[in-house]
């Protein structure tokens, strides 16, 4: 069965590094999604992304965050200088076509973040 | 008034039990409804989705919509040690295709052997 998959599923960093989170969607999806839970908590709306542009986006994506989908198959979350309340589990999410018989989101397994 | 409530639990019965899982929600613009389950540090894996009121039934879980109250639940048959996680109601408003997913906390669930 076809899944979301994402790398690393660890990773850690520095405060004020840049990571790129790398997640490759569901091969026919066509809308594209982060979120983050932090530990205990609920899991939040980042961002989505479709037609190689953002959709939307929560007032936590700020302009230390960017998507990106460079070549067609992967979707990557960049944060540029990362503080210690990015400490979370981010998830990757795709989509297909949004019909209404179809308009469910595939999560991919995570990459914890710990910024130290 | 959060737009998701869910009950974090813990919710604790024996195996066999039926169980039942609920939430509500404040806006009225949802209009799909989703129930995930979500192992330690893992993702999310969606069991049940739903569109406007009514009931749906698939194996062993049922998940029902009462638009009118504002209100879903999941039901849990014959329920086993394997369905022990944390359930994550979902919805969203499907305004536009590619809208976004609100989540309530998460209701951890332990069956009992």
């Known amino acids: 069965e076809p899944e979301v998959t994402q790398t690393p599923s660890h990773q850690v960093t520095q405060m004020g590094q840049e990571v790129i989170l790398r997640c490759v969607p569901i091969s026919n999806h066509l809308y594209f999604y982060w979120y983050r839970q932090i530990l205990g908590q609920k899991v939040e709306f980042l961002v989505s992304?479709?037609?190689?542009?953002?959709?939307?986006k929560s007032e936590i994506f700020d302009d230390q965050f960017s998507v990106e989908r460079p070549d067609g198959s992967n979707f990557t979350l960049k944060i540029r200088s990362t503080k210690l309340e990015d400490s979370a589990m981010y998830f990757c999410a795709s989509k297909d076509s949004g019909t209404r018989s179809t308009d469910t989101q595939y999560f991919g397994p995570g990459t914890r973040l710990t910024v130290l | 008034q959060k737009e998701v409530e869910q009950d974090p639990g813990p919710l604790s019965v024996p195996e066999g039990a039926i169980v039942s899982l609920n939430c509500t929600y404040s806006n009225s613009a949802f209009q799909y409804f989703m129930w995930y389950r979500q192992y330690s540090r893992k993702g999310p894996e969606l069991l049940m989705y739903t569109y406007s009121s009514g009931n749906k039934e698939d194996g062993r879980f049922t998940a029902q919509v009462d638009k009118s109250s504002k209100y879903i639940s999941l039901f849990i048959r014959d329920s086993q040690p394997s369905d022990s996680a944390t359930y994550l109601c979902a919805m969203s408003s499907g305004y536009s295709s590619a809208s976004k997913i609100i989540f309530g906390s998460g209701t951890r669930l332990s069956i009992r052997p």
């Open positions: 992304f479709y037609n190689n542009e953002i959709s939307e």
